[in-house]
């Protein structure tokens, strides 16, 4: 059985970086397509970063690309989301997901994902 287990949000001021982490269970596939997307009280949930573990590619969304690294250590099967530069906007609950296999075009497509962990909250204040 898969288990995805989130940590590291917490409350930030703006500027401010945080480090989220996914501990990964129960995954056995060889070529596994991760995720970190976030979800903001009356908003669609969004594709913040995704990663091939097999390929070590990641993919990041608009909101992402230059301040949000995502990262993926096999060893520990951890996924990791470091975030800097953070503004109020990246305020959300932050859900790291996973599937077996995905089109590389699809990685942030949250209903094609599997697995997904609980959410871990951030808040960005101003």
């Known amino acids: 059985q898969v288990h995805l287990v989130e940590s590291g949000g917490g409350s930030v001021q703006a500027g401010g970086s945080l480090r989220l982490s996914c501990l990964a269970s129960?995954?056995?596939?060889?070529?596994?397509?991760m995720g970190w997307f976030r979800q903001a009280p009356g908003k669609e949930r969004e594709g913040v970063a995704g990663f091939y573990t097999g390929y070590g590619t990641p993919f990041y969304g608009d909101s992402a690309k230059g301040r949000f690294t995502i990262s993926h250590d096999h060893a520990n099967n951890t996924l990791y989301l470091q975030m800097n530069s953070l503004k109020p906007e990246d305020t959300a609950m932050y859900y790291c997901a996973a599937v077996d296999y995905l089109v590389l075009s699809q990685w942030s497509r949250a209903s094609a994902y599997k697995f997904w962990g609980q959410g871990t909250q951030v808040t960005v204040s101003s």
């Open positions: 129960g995954l056995s596939y060889s070529m596994v397509c």
